[in-house]
């Protein structure tokens, strides 16, 4: 009896990691980025080799002097440069992955009228400027953007990855669960919701545990309802992505979520717990509430935005810059990077380095929470996010150091996605989009 017990265990034991490494797999499957397939787009298998003088790897070190090599859609080599031909002469600039932003509303625009349109439009012109958003970004040296979500990002999510228009990697939640208190559902409604996300292509999930910061940021979900989310999320292989202000932070850590987005007026307790519980936080230092006041006429009036509401803003911002400077004093958090990225905002989403940095966070942390944490936090840090051979050939370059003066973040002279080049502009004539200024 007690040999068999024994074995048991151990097959209970096998089991549940067996499950547990399937789980995992699909889970990588389903977020894997997808070289492109037809043939705009596709990396040809031909050797790409570039030469740097200055490498950021992604992980906060810096490599001087190497030879990039690039089969494919993958770096095969990372080795000391001495001379000897080279495809792009990348020296005299600062090269390092592509950026990832963990937040983004891609498909958010402003219609023809120039007021805000929100993220869920559907005509030939919204659809235009949604694919526009796309270049910017990408030109802006984003080659990976979480978007958090839409049901319409999932034809621009799969024409980027077939090739077909050029933009950033897109992963989506397609359609968020938003907190309504009781008429959220039960939990097992909310794990329904969940299952139907998956099956929608989800690549994550997106829940809304508070209301905005303009109506007070208070808590809509209660902490079952919470639970349920995450857990069908996690036995659906997805990550959990959760909008939370105020209580809502130490709630959606405790229900086992993956990541809490803003974390606005989260205690330095509730950070700790974070940081033990190992949950991700992307705060906003200030892009998108400068991004709000500087097209207020353009959102006053326009569902969810009100004067009250834009009063509220103003209160919050230098609360925000406090919350990234007590995130990067806390040890052990990790802290990736998310802008939020909504009208007005698309194509400039390097400014919120500039914000952090000015909070207080230092360069090369806010470097990496782009670049191999922003990769880990989804998933993909064996694939994005750093330079090293096997990984995507997703490189930037700027014309600059950012650690030395983190301006340079605007003047992004080089971009190649997955092998692909999409921007190699002299660093005199860097064309400028969304408005940034070199
Ligand atoms: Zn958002």
Known sequence: MGAITVRSASFFRWSFILVSLCSFAHALAAQTPKPSQSPAGTPSNQRIVIAASQVFDGKGGILQNRRIV?????????????????????????????????????????????????????????????ASN?????????????????????????????????????????????????DTGTPDEIRAFIRKQKEAGADLIKIFASKSIRQGG????????????????????????????????????????????????????????????????????????????????????????????????????????????????TKGLKVVFGTDAVAGMHGRNAEEFIDRVNCGVDPMTAMVSANSLGAEAMGLGDQIGSIAPGMQADIIALDGDPVKDITAVRRVVFVMKSGVVYKNVAKSAIPVYAGVKP
């Open 70 to 130: 690039i089969e494919g859609s993958k770096i095969v080599a990372v080795e000391p440069y001495s001379g000897g031909p080279v495809d792009y002469d990348l020296r005299s600039l600062t090269v390092m992955p592509g950026w990832i932003d963990a937040h983004d509303h891609i498909t958010w625009i402003f219609g023809k009228d120039g007021k805000n349109a929100g993220m869920t439009g559907t005509t030939q012109d919204d659809a235009y400027r949604a």
């Open 134 to 182: 796309t270049w910017v970004t990408l030109m802006a040296g984003f080659t990976t953007i979480q978007s958090v979500g839409a049901a319409n990002d999932v034809p621009l999510r799969d024409a980027i990855a077939a090739g077909r228009i050029p933009g950033p990697r897109i992963l989506t939640a397609i359609e968020p669960l938003i907190g309504k208190g009781e």
């Open 218 to 329: 208070g808590m809509t979900l209660s902490f079952e309802q919470l639970s349920a989310a995450c857990d069908e999320a996690k036995k659906q292989g997805l990550r959990t992505l959760v909008h939370a202000y105020k209580e809502a932070v130490v709630a959606a850590t405790l229900a086992g979520c993956t990541e809490v987005e803003h974390g606005t007026l989260a205690t330095d307790q509730d950070l700790k717990t974070m940081a033990e519980k190992g949950v991700y936080l992307d705060p906003q230092a200030a892009l998108i509430i400068n991004n709000y006041i500087e097209h207020k006429d353009q959102y006053i009036g326009t569902p969810g935005y009100t004067a009250e509401g834009f009063a509220a803003m103003e209160k919050i911002l230098p609360l925000d810059c406090d919350l990234v400077r007590q995130a990067a004093k």
